[in-house]
């Protein structure tokens, strides 16, 4: 049993308290994950340049994490990345640099670095262990300000409660695409073999980060998101439902048992989803709602612009 989340705010060119909103959702329904939080932030496009997020060893002094980002800088550099902002923020490495090469490769040279969080023009990924509240004292998140994310919280069941075991994932390879979800995949390994044939790496066992490189296989490809969600309920056994979100669209896509929970709000200007409906009711307290469950075997996506 896990929590998901997510939000976007549609038909404005600012940016709102996308990190406080999420924080309020995932808090809604922490009691679903209580082992792990973690939040897809996206902001608008840094454009010709790369935003990467690093976990350090938390284990480890001060003096060696200072020594794991000496080594991610030099990796950076060496592969073109020119370094233009960088923080420690909490137990990250966060950097900005500029790059005009193939971020597939990047990708898969960085992680053989150090351990990736996310690649994006405009996505950030924050996770660790603990509750949304404890997250964003340690990393900040409500100050973020964004057009739309995802939020996830975590009950461990088949691995290890740890910051890289927890949601959301990236969809290694591919920059700004994120997925939450809360369900089982049961031909994970058949599905991952078949992308590791043509290449394809993964970096944990997981079989939410499979959903996020399945996606972001057809993306890359020019198959348009709803198309995507649309062939994942098909290709993908088991129970499941899942919110993923790129740099412009946000979407889910539910098993046709639906066993796993879900529900909706939208109006003219934001669409909300999350596991149950006291998630929403944060958002909008003392009000009455009209939500929605998506049916059985559904997907649906929805772009910033309306």
Same mark, same amino acid.
């Given at each position: 049993?896990? /929590?998901?989340?997510?939000?976007?705010?549609?038909?404005?060119?600012?940016?709102?308290?996308? /990190?406080?909103?999420?924080?309020?959702?995932?808090?809604?329904?922490? =009691?679903?994950?209580?082992?792990?939080?973690?939040?897809?932030?996206?902001?608008?496009?840094?454009?010709?340049?790369?935003?990467?997020?690093?976990?350090?060893?938390?284990?480890?002094?001060?003096?060696?994490?200072?020594?794991? *980002?000496?080594? *991610?800088?030099?990796?950076?550099?060496?592969? /073109?990345?020119?370094?233009?902002?960088?923080?420690?923020?909490?137990? #990250?490495?966060?950097?900005?640099?500029?790059?005009?090469?193939?971020?597939?490769?990047?990708?898969?040279?960085?992680? =053989?670095?150090?351990?990736?969080?996310?690649?994006?023009?405009?996505?950030?990924?924050?996770?660790?262990?603990?509750?949304?509240?404890?997250?964003?004292?340690?990393?900040?998140? =409500?100050?973020?300000?964004?057009?739309?994310?995802?939020?996830?919280?975590?009950?461990?069941?088949?691995?290890?409660?740890?910051?890289?075991?927890? =949601?959301?994932?990236?969809?290694?390879?591919?920059?700004?695409?994120?997925?939450?979800?809360?369900?089982?995949?049961?031909?994970?390994?058949?599905?991952?073999?078949?992308?590791?044939?043509?290449?394809?790496?993964?970096?944990?066992? #997981?079989?939410?980060?499979?959903?996020?490189?399945?996606?972001?296989?057809?993306?890359?490809?020019?198959?348009?998101?709803?198309?995507?969600?649309?062939?994942?309920?098909?290709?993908?056994?088991?129970?499941?439902?899942?919110?993923?979100?790129?740099?412009?669209?946000?979407?889910?896509?539910?098993?046709?048992?639906?066993?796993?929970?879900?529900?909706?709000?939208?109006?003219?200007?934001?669409?909300?989803?999350?596991?149950?409906?006291?998630?929403?009711?944060?958002?909008?307290?003392?009000?009455?709602? #009209?939500?929605?469950?998506?049916?059985? /075997?559904?997907?649906?996506?929805?772009?910033?612009?309306?």
């Amino acid at each position: 049993m896990c /929590g998901i989340a997510g939000i976007m705010y549609r038909g404005v060119d600012q940016v709102f308290d996308t /990190g406080d909103a999420l924080i309020r959702m995932l808090d809604g329904c922490q =009691h679903r994950g209580p082992d792990s939080t973690g939040f897809a932030l996206y902001a608008p496009e840094l454009s010709g340049r790369l935003k990467l997020r690093f976990l350090l060893d938390r284990s480890s002094e001060g003096g060696n994490q200072q020594g794991a *980002i000496d080594a *991610i800088r030099r990796r950076l550099e060496g592969l /073109g990345a020119i370094i233009e902002e960088e923080a420690q923020v909490g137990e #990250n490495y966060r950097v900005t640099v500029g790059f005009s090469g193939d971020v597939q490769k990047l990708s898969y040279e960085m992680e =053989h670095a150090a351990k990736v969080i996310s690649i994006g023009t405009s996505l950030e990924i924050v996770k660790d262990v603990g509750s949304a509240h404890e997250v964003d004292e340690r990393y900040g998140v =409500h100050w973020f300000r964004g057009t739309h994310g995802l939020g996830h919280v975590r009950l461990a069941t088949e691995s290890e409660v740890k910051p890289e075991a927890a =949601h959301p994932f990236w969809a290694t390879g591919f920059a700004d695409v994120a997925i939450v979800h809360n369900g089982q995949i049961t031909n994970y390994w058949k599905m991952r073999r078949r992308l590791e044939q043509r290449d394809f790496e993964f970096t944990t066992d #997981n079989d939410s980060e499979l959903i996020a490189v399945y996606l972001g296989d057809k993306l890359a490809q020019g198959i348009a998101l709803k198309e995507a969600l649309a062939s994942s309920i098909d290709d993908l056994d088991g129970t499941f439902s899942f919110l993923v979100s790129t740099q412009d669209e946000i979407g889910y896509a539910k098993d046709r048992l639906a066993a796993k929970p879900m529900i909706m709000y939208q109006d003219e200007n934001l669409v909300a989803i999350a596991s149950e409906e006291v998630s929403l009711n944060r958002l909008f307290p003392g009000q009455a709602l #009209n939500t929605r469950e998506p049916a059985p /075997g559904t997907y649906a996506t929805w772009s910033r612009s309306i």
